[in-house]
């Protein structure tokens, strides 16, 4: 197995940041997110946007984190990812 790409990163902290029942208020994480989305290239979600996070399950969005978890090589990243996992 190996590291997980860009493009599986970015689409991923997209649908959370899209999740407020996953990552809720905590602006801490909302803003590692966001940042690490702007990092990669990509074009964070405005506040609110819900209309994809509907059609993506949380239980689904909770199995691509974990299964990105290991291949993930940003150890602060990893860091708040898992603590989203662990809630």
Not at 41 to 62: F, H, K, Q, Y
Request: glycine share 6%.
């Amino acid at each position: 197995m190996g590291y997980a790409v860009r493009d599986e990163i970015l689409v991923l902290l997209t649908d959370l940041l899209r999740r407020e029942d996953m990552v809720g208020r905590d602006e801490a994480v909302r803003a590692v997110l966001t940042e690490e989305i702007r990092r990669l290239g990509g074009t964070p979600p405005e506040p609110g946007d819900l209309r994809a996070a509907r059609a993506v399950p949380a239980a689904d969005v909770l199995r691509r984190l974990a299964d990105l978890l290991p291949r993930l090589r940003d150890d602060g990243l990893h860091a708040v990812l898992r603590r989203l996992v662990d809630r």
